[in-house]
């Protein structure tokens, strides 16, 4: 992972009030001279300059002594573009009517698969009337066993739009195929990769060329560095719409499906502006658990949560343990709504 050349890329942090011709200055020059791409950022109580490239040459002490510079400073991570340093103000990913990383949590909710155009439109009316604001539903299903259900393909994207157009909510859904961005940036609002496509580079650049918000599930053993990585292709790329999701890690514990990380919200928020999402569904794979880790994600400063829901679980062509009667669902969201409340948000 350590590549030496790239490795050192920089931040210039500018003095308040720096003059705009000298700071125009300064990027053309490092443009120029050392072919850096330049990223400039200007927040509340700062000002800053990303500098993405082979900076090994760059000599810092002359910039540092430019009037307009406060600090020059390497950045040893391999991340840069979804690395706090570069952008110190959290990250609102916005959508046509929606956004993820504001003051309000994004609660998603649905059903693992989309199973029919009844089942879909049902539920998305009873998460919606629950408090959910996005509907998720899988309709291309990237199943351990090939001989699982494999999800409706196009008719399953079909029955999301219809369920769209009912609720008004927008839709999540998993991509599996690199050949299906085109169709995806045409009829979704996320794009979700799934944990089992964390590191699919290929899918990865493909989605950093479009500029739909994209929902990067943690890999089953990812380190958070390596998923960080992962967002790196797709911001590098040109899309800075990333929504980060932590889903459980494997370990040594068989009690739950996976082990829900809850530390990689606090640390992930260090590391990185963009927002953390949790999915307690597909962290535990039991429904009892989803509440109490659900509420606990809020807690620790997560941007919003993913929770499975279906009708009859027990009848559900996938995932049916981990999902809550609707009915079950409406009373975790009340429980978020406190939540939310001792954080500062809302739902
Ligand atoms: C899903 O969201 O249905 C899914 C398959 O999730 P993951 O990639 O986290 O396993
Ligand atoms: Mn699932």
Same mark, same amino acid.
């Given at each position: 992972?350590?590549?030496?050349r790239?490795e050192?890329s920089?931040?210039?942090?500018?003095?308040?009030g720096?003059?705009?011709q000298?700071?125009?200055d300064?990027?053309?020059? %490092?443009?120029?001279?050392?072919s850096?791409?330049?990223?400039?950022?200007?927040?509340?109580?700062y000002s800053i300059l990303g500098?993405?490239?082979?900076?090994?040459?760059?000599?810092?002490?002359?910039?540092?002594?430019?009037?307009?510079?406060k600090?020059?400073?390497?950045?040893?991570?391999?991340?840069?573009?979804?690395?706090r340093?570069?952008?110190?103000?959290?990250?609102? #990913?916005q959508?046509?009517?929606?956004?993820?990383g504001?003051?309000r %949590?994004?609660?998603?909710?649905?059903?693992?698969?989309?199973?029919?155009?009844e089942?879909?439109?049902?539920?998305?009316?009873?998460?919606?009337?629950?408090g959910?604001n996005? %509907?998720?539903?899988?309709?291309?299903?990237p199943?351990?066993?090939p001989y699982?259900?494999?999800g409706l393909?196009?008719?399953g994207?079909?029955?999301l739009e219809t369920?769209?157009?009912?609720?008004?909510?927008? *839709?999540?859904t998993?991509i599996?195929?690199?050949?299906?961005?085109?169709?995806?940036?045409r009829k979704?609002?996320?794009?979700?990769?799934?944990a089992?496509?964390?590191?699919n580079?290929?899918l990865?650049?493909?989605?950093?060329k479009?500029?739909?918000?994209?929902?990067l599930?943690?890999?089953?053993s990812?380190?958070?560095?390596?998923?960080?990585m992962?967002a790196?292709? *797709?911001?590098?790329?040109?899309?800075?719409?990333?929504?980060l999701c932590?889903?459980g890690?494997?370990?040594?514990?068989?009690?739950?499906?996976?082990?829900?990380d809850?530390?990689?919200?606090? #640390?992930?928020k260090?590391?990185?502006h963009?927002?953390?999402i #949790?999915?307690?569904?597909?962290?535990?794979?039991?429904?009892w658990?989803v509440?109490p880790?659900a509420?606990?994600?809020?807690?620790?400063?997560?941007d919003g949560v993913?929770i499975?829901v279906?009708?009859?679980?027990?009848?559900?062509?996938?995932d049916?343990k981990q999902s809550?009667?609707?009915?079950?669902?409406?009373?975790?969201?009340?429980?978020?709504k406190?939540a939310?409340?001792?954080m500062?948000?809302?739902?």
């Amino acid at each position: 992972m350590q590549d030496g050349r790239t490795e050192k890329s920089m931040i210039i942090i500018l003095k308040p009030g720096a003059e705009k011709q000298k700071v125009d200055d300064l990027i053309r020059f %490092l443009q120029s001279e050392y072919s850096l791409e330049v990223q400039r950022m200007d927040g509340v109580n700062y000002s800053i300059l990303g500098l993405i490239g082979d900076t090994s040459a760059l000599d810092t002490e002359p910039i540092q002594e430019r009037s307009v510079v406060k600090k020059v400073m390497r950045v040893q991570e391999p991340y840069k573009k979804v690395n706090r340093a570069f952008h110190p103000d959290d990250t609102v #990913v916005q959508g046509s009517g929606f956004t993820i990383g504001a003051e309000r %949590l994004a609660v998603m909710a649905g059903p693992c698969s989309v199973e029919s155009e009844e089942q879909i439109v049902s539920l998305a009316r009873k998460v919606k009337a629950a408090g959910a604001n996005f %509907l998720r539903g899988g309709a291309f299903k990237p199943r351990t066993s090939p001989y699982n259900f494999q999800g409706l393909g196009e008719e399953g994207l079909k029955y999301l739009e219809t369920a769209k157009a009912e609720t008004g909510l927008p *839709i999540v859904t998993e991509i599996t195929n690199v050949e299906h961005v085109e169709l995806f940036v045409r009829k979704v609002d996320v794009i979700q990769v799934g944990a089992r496509n964390m590191q699919n580079f290929a899918l990865l650049r493909e989605l950093g060329k479009t500029k739909t918000p994209v929902l990067l599930k943690r890999g089953l053993s990812a380190t958070i560095e390596e998923w960080l990585m992962s967002a790196e292709y *797709i911001a590098a790329g040109g899309n800075p719409n990333v929504v980060l999701c932590e889903r459980g890690i494997r370990t040594f514990e068989t009690a739950t499906r996976n082990t829900l990380d809850l530390s990689a919200v606090p #640390v992930v928020k260090r590391m990185s502006h963009l927002p953390v999402i #949790v999915d307690p569904s597909h962290a535990t794979g039991l429904w009892w658990a989803v509440e109490p880790l659900a509420v606990a994600a809020v807690c620790a400063g997560a941007d919003g949560v993913m929770i499975e829901v279906h009708e009859s679980p027990a009848e559900a062509l996938s995932d049916g343990k981990q999902s809550l009667l609707p009915e079950k669902f409406s009373s975790v969201t009340q429980k978020l709504k406190a939540a939310a409340e001792l954080m500062g948000r809302t739902l």
